[in-house]
């Protein structure tokens, strides 16, 4: 029977060989923009706030990004054997993320760590049940693809996501409208270090580095060798230079992210 391991790793290798083929494609997507829907920056968001509940603004804290100068580290693709490790850095550097989790043999095995997310003070998002290419597939599984990881979620931690990114950033209309209808923005990426591509945790660092801009959210996925080891470097960096880490939703406040729309 193949050790938890090699079953992480058996994953891995089956979401490197989807990411790595399209990732110039991926990158291109993301940076031009996902069918023809408008991407809103963090900064349009909260240049118009939409009403915000006193229980919701509670959950953003004391950062405000429109005073000091934000950015959001996210990750994919989780939880995974190397979770437990991201989740005690991030508590030690008092660092703030947000988890877009898969559900099949991700959320389905590893039900605590997703509550530890929680419990800790993450956002926890969706990334699909099973790492399936939205635009590819016909609106019923998508609309499952999206469903089912939210229902577990929420039966997990209370709290049903706002938030989902669809697998390689690869969206269009029909997308946009089952995640308004389920009641899901879409975010997207302005960092990535494409660490899918390498197990080199320095490298990981310095593309990161490289990248970094006020608002900017910074794609990770925890489930490959060499990006946990990468973490610590790549905060004390970045707070080094004045950064302030926070969640997706507290980079958007005062304003909030609206099902259907898509966030860069």
């Known amino acids: ?19 790595v083929p399209a990732a110039a494609v991926c990158l291109a997507v993301a940076l031009t923009g996902c069918g023809r829907a408008d991407i809103t920056a ?33 990750f994919d693709a989780g939880p995974s054997e190397n979770s437990a490790r991201l989740l005690d850095i991030l508590k030690e550097k008092q660092v703030p993320a947000t988890f877009f989790l898969l559900g099949k043999r991700h959320i389905e095995k590893y039900p605590e760590l997703v509550r530890r997310m929680a419990d800790e003070g993450h956002e926890v998002a969706s990334h699909t049940w099973d790492h399936k290419i939205l635009t590819r597939i016909e609106p019923d ?17 209370g709290r049903r996501p706002t938030l989902m990114r669809p697998p390689q950033g690869r969206t269009n209309d029909t997308v946009h409208e089952i995640s308004r209808e389920l009641g899901l923005a879409e975010v997207l990426w ?21 990248q970094a801009d006020r608002d900017g959210i910074i794609l990770l996925h925890d489930i490959y060798d060499g990006t946990v080891p990468a973490v610590p470097g790549i905060i004390d960096a970045l707070k080094e230079r004045g950064f302030v880490f926070v969640t997706v939703p507290q980079l ?10 898509v966030y860069r």
Request: with cysteine; hydrophobic share 35%; proline share 6%.
């Open 1 to 19: 029977m193949p050790s938890l391991t090699q079953k992480m790793k058996n994953t891995g290798a089956r979401l490197r060989a989807v990411a």
């Open 42 to 74: 963090p900064s349009s968001a909260r240049a118009h706030p939409a009403t915000t509940s006193t229980a919701q603004a509670a959950r953003f804290g004391s950062v405000d990004c429109r005073e000091v100068k934000c950015i959001a580290l996210t």
């Open 141 to 157: 599984e998508i609309r499952e693809e999206l469903q089912r990881p939210n229902d577990e979620i929420e039966r997990l931690t």
């Open 190 to 210: 302005t960092v990535t270090a494409k660490d899918y591509t390498t197990t080199d945790s320095a490298l990981i660092r310095k593309r990161v580095l490289a």
């Open 252 to 261: 958007l406040a005062p304003g909030t992210a609206e099902p259907g729309k």
